[in-house]
């Protein structure tokens, strides 16, 4: 019966396991390490990632890959089911007192 016991534990331990190692890895909300554990993205594509998201906000598509440097068509299509996009919001609009466009 202990036997049992513990191949159950070690079978939900390595379904827990499989189970993250699957989920898609958000391109909004990755550090450098997650985005080099994706097959085909090595430190300069991470880095390349990280910048176009400082630079340009949030991707709002996976297809905003293509526009990342060294980011072709074919290597999108490749890690696309590695990859989501979550939370990207539209930009912000200004409130009407900051813009001066506020009636009286």
Partial sequence: MRKISSLLSLLCAMMFWASLALAA??????????????KGIGPAKAQAI??????????????????????????????????????AAAPAKAAPEATGAAKK
């Fill in 25 to 38: 890895v958000d391109l909004n909300t990755a550090d450098k390490a997650a985005l080099e554990g994706i």
């Fill in 50 to 87: 990280l910048d176009y998201r400082a630079k340009n906000g949030p991707f709002k598509s996976i297809d905003d890959l293509t526009k990342v440097k060294g980011f072709g068509k074919k290597t999108v299509d490749k890690i696309r089911k590695d990859v989501e996009v979550k939370g």
